[in-house]
């Protein structure tokens, strides 16, 4: 099984597809990371940014782009197997119903962020390291 037909297997048309987190047992990292630069140098994968690649979707308009909304979601909030993140500021407000603002930036805190007082930005995201480290039940 060729490496594009395991990543379709495995992943949906524009679903982040987080490098680190990417394991196939047959392959080590660093072949896994080649492949995949392959793949995105062939053109049958796009790269998002640095370790973040998605499998584009043909349109009429020509292929899709991946939403900054998808990556944050998928490498601060929760994957397929667990929750480590939530919204918060007027994203979660606005988000709940308390109001209709819309937010220019939006904050996600999460434990993936491993150092304090840290912020990361994927477009117009800002993710925030917590104050508190919770566990997995906290919030889910």
Known sequence: MTMLEKT???FDYN???ILK???FPDQTKVATRNAMKRLADQGKLKRYDNGIYYLPKET???????SA???VTTKYVNDKKSTFGYFTGLKLLND???TTQVPNTFEVVSNKIKTNNRTTK????QA???VYQGQQGNWT
């Open 15 to 17: 679903e982040p597809i």
């Open 8 to 10: 379709k297997n495995n």
């Open 60 to 66: 009429r308009l020509g292929q899709s782009s991946l």
């Open 21 to 23: 987190e990417l394991e």
């Open 122 to 125: 994927v477009g117009k995201w």
């Open 128 to 130: 925030n390291s917590p």
């Open 96 to 98: 709940i119903g308390l």
């Open 69 to 71: 909304n998808a990556v």
